[in-house]
Each structure stands twice: as C-alpha cells, then as structure tokens.
C-alpha cells in the first residue's frame, strides 16, 4: 500500500503560478512511476504530467511549455511547477503513483484559476 499526500494548491489569476508536492511513502514494491492527473467539472480526469524513476517525463500537450514535473526518488516526492496559469487549467489534481502492481492516489488538491 502507498500512501499518498500532496499539498500547494490554491486560487491564482490566470497568469499566475502554484506549486504541487505529493510525497509518498514507503513501498513494499517499487514505484515505477509518478504523476499528476486533474479532473475539471463534468469532464473525465486527465493525465497532466507524469515522471519514471529514470527521470523521463511526459506531459499533455495543452500544458508544454508551462509546467514542469521534477521528482526526488530518495524521497519519493514529486514536484508540479505551474506557470503561465490558465482558466482552463483548473480542476482537482490527483497525484498518482504506479509500482508493478497497482497504481495508487492521493486525495486531490483543488486548483482554481480565475480570469
């Protein structure tokens, strides 16, 4: 079982920026993966950026560019830069974590972005 606690979101005026952290802990298995999905209302969460243990990261097109995910494996925390926020880029967060057999979630963190 991972537990997972992130922290940092929060209201900013769209050009703003906010900072997420979710730490994880300990594993009997190895996470193999970390990332951020979000959730906007009435639409299906989606993949934000996610980051491997290798240190290659992936993110959804719509925020290249302005966020950037950077990890901290002997600490198992992971790290959300946002910038350049939108309106659009408000949702819940949900920080997620992948070992070889589960994927596990954190409880979410509101972002709101207002125009």
């Known amino acids: 079982q991972v537990r997972l606690v992130e922290s940092g979101g929060g209201l900013v005026q769209a050009g703003g920026s906010l900072r997420l952290s979710c730490a994880a802990s300990?594993?009997?298995?190895?996470?193999?993966?970390m990332g951020w999905y979000r959730q906007a209302p009435g639409k299906q969460r989606e993949l934000v950026a996610s980051i491997t243990t290798g240190g290659s990261t992936n993110y959804v097109e719509s925020v290249k560019g302005r966020f950037t995910l950077s990890g901290d494996n002997a600490k198992n925390m992971v790290y959300l830069q946002m910038n350049s926020l939108r309106p659009e880029d408000t949702g819940v967060y949900y920080c997620?974590?992948?070992?070889?057999?589960?994927?596990?979630w954190g409880q979410g963190t509101q972002v709101t972005v207002s125009s």
């Open positions: 300990r594993s009997s298995f190895r996470i193999n993966a």
């Open positions: 997620n974590a992948k070992t070889a057999y589960s994927a596990y």
